[in-house]
């Protein structure tokens, strides 16, 4: 099949790596060199647009930033709908805006292209993997013929509703997270307050209700002081931005989120956008002394 992809970072590398390990054509465009490098040594064929990469793929993937670089990769003066033909399909695997993504939706709906809103979770690790989860909006019969090249990026691959749906379950799943890493930072520093090797604490609690993934993986980082991004602080900011304005939207009180978004936010006025987001032990250890 010939696939189109843009966004070539941490995430979306590895996820148009394994695509084309897995036979498929491969289109790509990007904003410099060094990010889309790497897949053309892979066997990628580089396009000087977006709408280029469109004109020449059956489905694109986009997976980058934000919601204006979303909008901007889709619907700017070079993106793809002005390459995309009827029938194709733009999947949109970046983590925006519910509503910016049924308005994207429904403005490729009058030019007879279908979309659907896929984010993912499970890090760079998962990605690389190929066994994140991927959690998609949009109509059932364009996700079906959409998941086998899920299957290559993902394991767990769930259609949870219509477009915007896939955004909402993502805005979800950054909830748990973001609590779980708090609650993670903060167990490894009360087991140091009082004098208790938190590597015996990890221990303990990996195999009762207090195991995670999280713990797991994040706590040895936690422990290790390891910071190196998997998903980076800034990303994490971006993406609690989204949950609490969709809560305020929505009229959703959402008090513990808002407590781990002001520790994400003391990160980045402390210059730490770039660290992994397990570096919130960093802030709680700051708040400590």
């Known amino acids: 099949m010939k696939i189109g992809f843009i966004g070539t970072g941490i995430m979306g590398r590895p996820m148009a790596l394994n695509l084309i390990k897995a036979g498929h054509e491969l289109l790509t465009w990007g904003r410099r060199f060094d990010t889309v490098e790497p897949l053309l040594v892979a066997g990628a064929m580089g396009k000087g647009t977006p709408a280029e990469v469109a004109a020449s793929a059956e489905i694109c993937f986009t997976v980058v930033s934000g919601t204006s670089d979303v909008e901007q990769v889709i619907l700017g003066e070079r993106g793809l709908v002005h390459g995309v033909k009827p029938g194709s399909v733009i999947v949109d695997m970046s983590t925006i805006a519910p509503s910016a993504t049924r ?67 993502k805005a979800c799943n950054q909830i748990v997270v973001s609590l779980t890493l708090q ?50 602080v800034k990303l994490h900011h971006k993406d609690l931005g989204i ?47």
């Open 103 to 169: 308005r994207i939706a429904a403005q490729l709906e009058v030019r007879g292209v279908d979309m659907l809103d896929a984010p993912v979770s499970g890090g760079q690790a998962g990605a690389t993997q190929g066994t994140l989860s991927i959690m998609a909006g949009g109509k059932t019969e364009v996700f079906e013929r959409v998941k086998p090249l899920f299957e290559i990026m993902g394991k767990n691959i769930v259609h949870v509703g219509d477009h915007g749906a896939g955004q909402v379950v």
């Open 183 to 232: 609650g993670v930072a903060e167990a490894i520093l009360l087991a140091r307050k009082n004098g208790v090797d938190p590597t015996k604490m990890r221990e303990a609690l990996l195999d009762g209700y207090a195991g995670s993934k999280i713990l797991e993986v994040h706590g040895l980082r936690m422990m290790n002081a390891d910071y190196k991004p998997g998903f980076k």
């Open 243 to 289: 949950v609490l304005d969709n809560a305020s939207e929505n009229h959703v009180p959402l008090p513990g989120t808002a407590i781990v978004a002001q520790q994400i936010e003391a990160l980045m006025e402390a210059g730490d956008a770039e660290l992994d987001s397990a570096a919130i032990m960093l802030a709680l250890e700051r708040l400590a002394g």
